[in-house]
């Protein structure tokens, strides 16, 4: 029987199953006056991650063409048990969409912010790594079981 605070490496599948559930993730980057990190709505689009942002924010501006870090975590305070799962990768701006493309319901990342947000922004997964922390006993909280989801 592991520790409570053991921290175990998660494999990429479960870390692509993370992504997966999740809607909400924060990333990376640098600017000229230093390293920023900024919450935002993505989707998972065939190993890519899609970002919404809006033209003139630093994300924007600095993100395309650099190395970027993205990360989605869950964390139980009260068990003090855990998840991150971090991308490493490439961010590229998306040139080749058409405004009626993005005013389609479904189409992806649904920013939870205000105001009109027509960029979007693809991180290509370089490398995805992952941990958890927290009882051994326990189970994933959004990976769906093979009876679920």
Not at 50 to 57: A, F, K, W
Not at 136 to 146: D, M, Q, T, Y
């Amino acid at each position: 029987m592991g520790s409570m605070d053991e921290v175990v490496e998660l494999s990429v599948d479960e870390c692509r199953e993370l992504l997966r559930g999740d809607v909400v993730g924060r990333v990376a980057f640098t600017t000229p006056r230093g390293p920023r990190i900024v919450p935002v709505n993505y989707v998972v689009r065939e190993g890519v991650l899609e970002v919404r942002t809006t033209s003139y924010s630093e994300l924007a501006t600095y993100a395309p063409g650099a190395s970027v870090a993205f990360e989605v975590d869950h964390l139980d305070r009260e068990r003090m048990r855990g998840w991150s799962v971090i991308v490493l990768g490439r961010c590229e701006r998306v040139l080749d969409q058409s405004a009626a493309v993005f005013e389609q319901p479904g189409d992806g990342p649904r920013p939870w912010a205000g105001g009109h947000r027509s960029m979007l922004l693809r991180i290509h997964a370089e490398e995805v790594t992952g941990r958890r922390v927290g009882s051994e006993h326990w189970p994933h909280p959004v990976v769906p079981g093979p009876h679920e989801g």
